[in-house]
């Protein structure tokens, strides 16, 4: 299941990007549609979050360390991080911000899949 | 006697890029992605070296140390490109090429000296291990300053000229 949601939200992470580098290309302002795709994304990481505490906390799943528990938390805090800093922006280059957040984002799924299963 | 911050402010207000926010608080533009990068490589780096020198600080003390003085770098380049988004470019333009000398030293010495990384450091082979982007970043910054030491300096020259035409009193 956990797995399942990682791999969604790694698929959800890249669209965003995808997205969001189309609207620094072409659009003037930044789209309230892009904003909703984080908030989406950002629901999709709460969830992975709290599978994976539900998982350590009921024992179903050995506590993975450290590094799983620093990565699970920036999952959780970049994207509300960039957003706050975007409030009063929403020219083009925001949409580039979310952008490389989105691929952040990304990466740190796969990192946390990873050190979930103890491949790092 | 005009405040030149006040008037490379002003400066900025005429770009379309570059408009400040509603609060007049930080100025809007193409470096806000330099800076989230910035930001992004100094978590990444730091809570890298961290967890690399608690954990087995002598395996490699060298990579690890060297990530460690990689996430300072990118700390005050952060700061620095936040400054320079202000007008005040003289400490980006110094740290920026001291962040691309560490990247192009450190990823020349791990490829001619690799008994000396036993372990990767963030600069590494050139970054390769972040995509690369550890060697892109100076170089889209020392490009981004230079286009903003050009657009900010007619302000600068013009603040100077009304402070020289200013009658004295």
Redo the contacts between chains.
Sequence with gaps: MIELVTTAVMVLAGAVTVFALGCFSLAGSRPRALDRAVVVLEGGLVLRAMLGVGAIVSGQHAFPGGTHVAYLVTSVAILPVALGTLVDDQTRWSAAVLAVTCLAVLVVALRLQMTWDGHA | MPDPTAGRGGATAKGS?ESP???G?FP???H??LI??YA?FT?AAG?RSS?QLAQNAGVAPVAYGLSAAAACTYAAGWYAIARAARGRTALASVLLWVELTGVLVVGTLSLVEPDWFPDASVWSDYGIGYGFVPVALPIGGLLWLRWQIRRTRPAVIDDLRLEHDQPPG
């Design positions: 890029a926010t509603a609060s608080a809007l533009g193409p806000r992605v989230a990068l992004l978590l809570a967890v």
